[in-house]
């Protein structure tokens, strides 16, 4: 794999340097930009292949592909002016900024791909969906547990307001758990048995045994007394943090 640049070393961009790097034989070489200060030298501490560059611009000059992990209010002031050669490849992890809104910015004919990975990349175990197609990337992401190409930048848009969904069901766990805590069950305790819930639910469907796991819940459901968290819950609590069911999708980003 030829040299990675990563411009903005978030949460996303440790997890993708931690999925090329840790406990693999021979990873590649990653350079990262200094925003993120304490992030990137703790990842160039921790892997001998990893360094920390002066600028992003040096980043740019010196990888064949260039990541692009800013956050979306940092994109301005972070990209307008770099040079990018039209020899490297631009995978942007930017969220909610489409490709024409990209080229704006750097003025560059490189290849460019959108990406939406998640922290499980950190584990190389997350599909991510890659647009458009290209060697490059998929390869890349198919390193980090598999890629997922997808054909228009429509559908692209489609899935990132899926994955924007996650939120809701982290809000979901804190709210079952703090029902449990409101009905006297410690924190600690309702937490770790909310989420070894939902751990079930993730090994069902990673394992494809998905379809068991919902007969598994409905019998489980039939065996429930009527009155519990499936009705006390809605009230207060659901209904304040939930106060109408999800029919619309987010608009995506075009």
């Not at 996303?12 to 200060?37: F, H, N, W």
């Not at 175990?125 to 980090?144: E, K, N, Q, W």
């Not at 979901?172 to 600690?188: D, K, M, N, R, V």
Request: overall charge negative; aromatic content about 4%.
């Amino acid at each position: 794999m030829d040299r990675i640049g990563i411009i903005g070393v978030g949460e996303i961009g440790r997890a993708i340097v931690d999925g090329l790097c840790d406990g693999v034989e021979e990873p590649p070489d990653i350079l990262l930009s200094p925003r993120g200060v304490r992030t990137a030298a703790e990842l160039s501490q921790q892997y001998p292949n990893v360094q920390v560059c002066t600028d992003n611009q040096d980043v740019a000059n010196r990888s064949a592909t260039v990541i692009l992990a800013v956050r979306p209010q940092d994109r301005a002031e972070a990209l307008t002016g770099l040079q990018v050669a039209a020899d490297r490849v631009v995978l942007s992890v930017i969220a909610g900024v489409g490709i024409s809104q990209l080229r704006q910015t750097l003025a560059t004919s490189a290849p460019m791909v959108r990406a939406i990975p998640l922290p499980a990349v950190r584990e190389r175990r997350s599909v991510t969906v890659t647009y458009p197609s290209h060697p490059i990337a998929d390869g890349l992401f198919d390193h980090l547990g598999g890629a997922l190409p997808i054909a228009d930048e429509a559908a692209f848009n489609v899935f990132s307001a899926l994955t924007g969904t996650l939120t809701t069901h982290y809000w979901y766990l804190a709210t079952l758990t703090a029902w449990a805590a409101q009905q006297g069950i410690p924190s600690e305790e309702a937490e770790r048995y909310v989420r070894s819930l939902f751990q079930g639910v993730g090994r069902s469907l990673g394992d494809g045994t998905g379809s068991r796991g919902q007969e598994e819940a409905a019998e489980i459901q039939q065996r429930a007394p009527r009155h519990s968290v499936t009705t006390d819950v809605r009230s207060p609590l659901l209904a304040e943090r939930f106060p109408r069911p999800v029919t619309q999708a987010p608009t995506a980003a075009r």
